[in-house]
């Protein structure tokens, strides 16, 4: 299974962005798939999480109401919309794929991960 992030850039602070993540080798609908985020200096933390049909979703409270994770299964293809940017959202962006776990904050239950995609905000 390979996944492939794009979608990163440099915005403005109030700007949006929208990163994908397509999945190549095995069908997205077998994996739930996650956004998790890396800055300088931190460990990798969980963004938004997304169930294997879509029907449940997951956000870490810093992002919610601002970001919106949604799948399309015909299309192989996650998705993260990102709203409201603020500089602090600025860092590396992965998404990864778990076979048997669903909306997990822990970056040990994911089995394949892209390789990032790079998000700067400035203000």
């Known amino acids: 299974v390979q996944l492939q992030a794009s979608g990163g850039g440099l915005v403005q602070a109030g700007g949006s962005l929208r990163l994908s993540c397509e999945v190549s080798g095995r069908t997205l609908s077998l994996y739930a798939m996650a956004w998790f985020r890396q800055a300088p200096g931190s460990e990798r933390e969980f963004v938004a999480a997304i169930g294997w049909s879509g029907e449940s979703t997951y956000y870490t409270d810093s992002v919610k109401g601002r970001f919106t994770i949604s799948r399309d299964n015909t299309k192989n293809t996650v998705y993260l919309q990102m709203n409201s940017l603020k500089p602090d959202d600025s860092a590396v962006y992965y998404c990864?794929?778990?076979?048997?776990?669903?909306?997990?904050?822990?970056?040990?239950?994911?089995?394949?991960w892209g390789q990032g995609t790079q998000v700067t905000v400035s203000s």
């Open positions: 990864a794929a778990s076979r048997y776990y669903s909306g997990s904050f822990n970056s040990r239950k994911y089995d394949y």
